[in-house]
């Protein structure tokens, strides 16, 4: 119906994600352009991931090899939702962050073609952070932060309409799952925003619901694009759709400037961390209950077994919070650094990327060939070797 076209685009005619970072950093070089006193400057630092079979995978990253896909964390003083060990790539203008979705589509097909999936079966996060720092006239630093995310789902299957079985069924199932729990979520929001009485939504019933928290019920505006068929063979499917933009057209948000004292900001952080420290120190317990009357009852009715797991789960969330604060801690003044050792590592892309053009001209290989167009030829195999064997290892063993 058009989803992933909208979103990215195909070859000349951009999708809204190209189009909306070669208008972000348009609009940067004309602030820059307005005011020449060095007071203001701008940090953007970009990362894309998709959620696979309720798995999240990092497409910046070459290293799939993290068994059930990296674990969500939450943020226990902001109540936000974040990957924890997801790249994030500082870049200063479109040019770079178009090279990323690249080498995100890139590793989304080869990961793709090493689990014979086919990649369109799975929801793709592009996350944008924008800060503009200002040097107010005390010496003092004021960041202004906004995130920016821009989703582009998968689309809803009717499994006797497929034909699907095994594990494409398998894989429609959960993508069904997930956008049965994002209308829950918006069904939701959009009955607190009309009733006075307020009901619980459901972020933590689904991986995308809780990355996209903030998005949709938090300090935000939000805008969903509902893409129809129009064959009427997908009569059931466009009704649907129309009715689940129809609910999410009834959420109302009011945004507001994210704005705070840098170095408010970093001290927060800091203390947050001491506070966490404490309670690794303590062995995590106190996260779980109030005082000590209810810690005491509550170790009272669970198992030895059950308790340690349950604290080594609880370390396990301090350990990334703790990891994703100092992270954030960093950023700030080591952006710069970060974004020399970005270009750096393109410089090396490109001269790899120059060696597979030269390879491609002169060298026999193979290309993979994907069900979406954008996914073919982005993998190559060359045949370098005098021979070349095709199959199984454990059929070349027996031959």
């Known amino acids: 119906s058009g989803k992933s076209y909208s979103m990215v685009g195909y070859g000349p005619n951009k999708g809204i994600v190209p189009i909306t970072c070669d208008e972000l950093f348009r609009r940067i070089e004309d602030s820059k352009a307005q005011s020449n006193d060095g007071k203001c400057r701008f940090q953007v630092t970009f990362s894309m991931l998709e959620i696979y079979n309720e798995q999240v995978r990092d497409l910046l990253s070459k290293n799939q090899s993290v068994k059930g896909g990296l674990p969500v964390r939450q943020n ?27 080498e995100g589509t890139s590793n989304r097909t080869l990961a793709a073609t090493k689990m014979n999936a086919t990649s369109s079966r ?36 009717r499994a006797n309409s497929t034909g699907a079985t095994g594990d494409t069924l398998k894989e429609g199932s959960m993508i069904n799952l ?131 797991a349950l604290r080594q ?25 970060a974004h020399q050792e970005t270009m750096r590592e393109d410089k090396d892309e490109q001269r790899q990327q120059q060696e597979r053009e030269r390879k491609l001209k002169t060298i026999p290989h193979f290309a993979n060939l994907n069900e979406d167009p954008m996914l073919s030829g982005v993998v190559f195999h060359f045949i370098e070797n005098p021979t070349t064997i095709i199959g199984k290892a454990v059929d070349a063993a027996a031959a």
Not at 136 to 157: C, F, R, Y
Not at 262 to 273: G, H, S, Y
Not at 317 to 335: D, F, V
């Open 76 to 102: 226990v003083a902001q109540g936000k939702f974040f990957v924890q060990d997801l790249k994030r790539v500082p870049v200063a203008s479109y040019a770079e962050i178009d090279r990323r979705m690249t």
């Open 122 to 157: 799975a929801h793709t996060v592009v996350t944008i952070l924008f800060e503009q720092i200002t040097k107010n006239e005390d010496g003092s630093e004021t960041t202004k932060s906004s995130e920016i995310n821009l989703v582009d789902l998968a689309g809803s299957e």
């Open 178 to 308: 997930s956008l049965s729990c994002l209308g829950n979520v918006i069904s939701q929001l959009a009955e607190n925003s009309v009733n006075k009485k307020k009901v619980q939504v459901k972020y933590r019933d689904s991986v995308l619901t809780k990355l996209l928290q903030n998005s949709l019920g938090g300090n935000s505006k939000t805008i969903m694009i509902a893409a129809l068929s129009p064959a009427d063979i997908n009569f059931d499917e466009t009704l649907s759709t129309l009715r689940y933009a129809d609910r999410a057209k009834q959420i109302k948000n009011t945004a507001t400037i994210n704005e705070s004292s840098t170095d408010r900001l970093i001290r927060t952080l800091k203390e947050e961390n001491e506070r966490l420290r404490k309670q690794l120190e303590m062995g995590g317990g106190t996260m779980l209950y109030a005082d000590a009357d209810q810690q005491k009852a509550g170790a009272a009715a669970l198992s030895e077994t059950e308790l340690t």
């Open 313 to 337: 789960k609880m370390e396990e969330e301090i350990r990334a919070q703790l990891e994703a604060n100092n992270q954030q801690i960093q950023s700030g003044s080591n952006w710069e650094k």
